[in-house]
């Protein structure tokens, strides 16, 4: 059983145990399904290893539910699990994932209308059945139809974040055959694109090994529920996670050239196969190919000319660049969107790096609706490499999550001096001898009409105040604009956070006039961010291009709301990449004292 099968049972604990009204219990489940998505070791080898204490040492894992976990594993059904699952027998997993609809609404729905799937949700929202139902009214019918279009839009792509542990994972495990001298993930998961169609893998094999061993081992993966096919050099699986994967083994010769092509995108490699046609050559994921006229003689005697292909790149990717007179281009950078031309001109970025990163300015604790203490995240960041953190919970206007008000901010801001002045957290590796600093800040609300909720002469003594607009989504594009600018506008507003508020497969971005807010964010000194958070990933690549050319700094953030979610962090610098962002473009890749001076 995979991670992301344990990972589905333990959010399906949590609806089912909300949806019977249990408390507790699903906030426990929802931590435990989100620790075992984040690891990146098979919980099921760590089980047959070390048995149920191992399963402790998940994140938010605690005995019940390792009991839990360890029953499944064995083979067996969960009596919990089947009494619940028997009580309400629907595609939770579907229902939840439509921006809308929650568990309490899904209990009422098959309650009221034996609505077991979206497809018959879709059917009774269309119907005008959802209305009719006491408390639900023509707005939710709206919502609810609204989500379904959104839902089938996405179209069985996955969000990377949520599935690149178990990526990582897979190619770890190819790479450890014997027969495998090297192996990789190819296509859009390398060029680290928001979300994933399919997985394409590479692997070379051993001098001395078959094509067909590796094959073979492949299909016996944990991972695999379906075979499409299997043939010596490709073969085509589904995965238990819903996704296909496909892995196709080539020669040594051809490896550059194949995870060339195989990477993509597809439109970067017609540009460059474009490139080779130009000077009579031919390039495909075999190699870089010239012709070269041979002299034989036929059985007349008379002398005939024959074309031979000769290989002149293509066991690295950078032979092939160079070849064709381009500079190495960076995976998240090919999309033909220019990179081509800049390679030409020796005018490449140099991108901010997957270890550039010295703070995170985006950070939620157990004062609101993070799982964790400021101490405990503090030192979750140290051990993750990170220099500095900011503290921002939630303010008031989202009751939901206990946010501060100005009272508890000072009470929070005095803890993180107490704390502050006792932590002496070194990480050996990246800081040595140097002290881990906690900041003041806050994510404030952005109101309908562009004020906040906390007020100015709080706001003044933060050390780091983030702004987000958490309500009001459906105003229009000039009202969205007007609003957001007036929050950029406060002098005490640093950054805005998660800029469209979108939720990828969820909820759609607000309206926004982003010219306008770049513009405006340029002359207040206003920073955006890159809020990591997998399905978030706001503001998007395009955006970020923008800024860069505008001048505008941006801060990747976690946006974490427990221990485990620093990890985040490496998917917000593959979005910075793919919009062209240098170090000097992110604040949080700056010393604290550097980063605090940019501040307002
Ligand atoms: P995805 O899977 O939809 O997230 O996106 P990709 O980019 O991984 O696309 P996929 O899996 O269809 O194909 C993998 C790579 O193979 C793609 O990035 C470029 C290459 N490729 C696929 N089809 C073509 C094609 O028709 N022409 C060229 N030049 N390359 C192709
Ligand atoms: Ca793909
Ligand atoms: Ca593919
Ligand atoms: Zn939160």
Redesign the pocket.
């Known amino acids: 059983m995979t991670n992301g099968e344990i990972a589905k049972i333990m959010r399906e604990m949590a609806i089912l145990y909300e949806m019977d009204g249990v408390l507790f219990k699903p906030r426990a489940y929802e931590r435990a399904a989100f620790g075992v998505e984040s690891l990146s070791t098979d919980v099921s080898e760590m089980y047959k290893k070390d048995g149920e204490k191992a399963l402790l040492q998940i994140p938010g894992v605690g005995k019940g539910i390792a009991f839990h976990i360890a029953t499944i594993l064995k083979g067996r059904s969960f009596p919990e699990y089947a009494k619940l699952k028997k009580k309400i027998p629907v595609d939770i997993s579907a229902l939840s994932s439509i921006e809308g609809v929650g568990p309490k609404m899904i209990k009422t729905l098959y309650e009221k209308l034996k609505i077991r799937n979206v497809a018959d949700l879709e059917k009774a929202a269309k119907a005008g059945k959802i209305r009719k139902i006491p408390y639900f009214g023509e707005k939710s019918e709206e919502k609810i139809l609204k989500g379904i279009e959104f839902f089938k839009k996405s179209g069985g ?1 996955r969000v990377l974040g949520h599935v690149l542990p178990e990526i990582k994972n897979m190619e770890k495990m190819i790479l450890s055959f014997p027969e495998v001298e090297t192996a990789i993930v ?4 390398r ?1 680290k ?1 928001e ?6 893998i590479l692997a070379i094999p051993k001098a001395t090994s078959k094509f067909e061993a590796i094959m073979d081992k492949f299909i016996a993966l944990p991972f695999i529920e379906h075979i499409f096919s299997k043939g010596k050099t490709k073969t085509m699986v589904k995965l238990k996670n819903g996704l296909d994967a ?1 892995l196709r083994v080539v020669p040594k010769e051809s490896y550059g050239a194949a995870l060339n ?6 439109d970067h ?2 540009a460059l ?1 474009e490139l080779a046609i130009k000077r009579g050559w031919k390039l495909n994921e075999y190699g870089l190919f010239k012709m070269q006229k041979s002299k034989t003689k036929n059985q007349n005697d008379k002398q005939k000319f024959k074309i031979k292909e000769v290989q002149i790149a293509g066991e690295t990717e950078e032979s092939i660049y160079e070849a064709l007179d381009l500079r190495y281009i960076e995976p998240e950078m090919r999309e033909n969107t220019g990179e081509i031309e800049v390679s030409r001109q020796n005018n490449l970025p140099k991108l901010i790096g997957y270890g550039d990163l010295k703070g995170d300015l985006q950070v939620q604790t157990d004062w609101t609706d993070g799982e964790d203490s400021i101490e405990a995240m503090a030192k979750a960041a140290a051990e993750y490499g990170l220099e500095y953190i900011a503290i921002t919970d939630h303010t008031k206007a989202l009751a939901m999550t206990g946010g501060s008000d100005e009272k508890k901010l000072m009470k929070q801001m005095a803890e993180i001096d107490k704390l502050n002045s006792k932590f002496e957290i070194r990480n050996s590796k990246q800081i040595p001898k140097s002290k881990f600093k906690i900041l003041k800040g806050a994510e404030v609300n952005i109101m309908k009409d562009g004020s906040l909720d906390i007020d100015d002469k709080t706001l003044a003594i933060l050390d780091v105040v983030g702004a987000a607009v958490h309500s009001h989504f459906t105003l229009t594009r000039e009202e969205q604009t007007k609003r957001v600018i007036r929050a950029m506008e406060n002098p005490n507003v640093d950054i805005i956070f998660h800029l469209t508020g979108r939720v990828i497969d969820k909820r759609a971005p607000i309206e926004l006039d982003i010219d306008e807010i770049i513009k405006t964010a340029k002359r207040t000194g206003t920073v955006l961010e890159i809020d990591a958070y997998p399905d978030r990933s706001d503001i998007k690549d395009e955006y970020i291009k923008k800024c860069v050319l505008s001048g505008v700094k941006m801060s990747i953030d976690s946006d974490a709301h427990s221990k485990a979610h620093f990890s985040f962090l490496e998917m917000g610098i593959a979005q910075a990449r793919r919009g062209w962002a240098r170090r000097e473009d992110i604040i949080n890749a700056w010393p604290v004292e550097k980063m605090l001076k940019m501040l307002k």
């Open positions: 792509r190819a296509g859009s998961a060029r694109k979300t994933i169609g399919d997985i394409d496909d092509y195989f990477t993509g995108s597809k490699n017609i196969r």
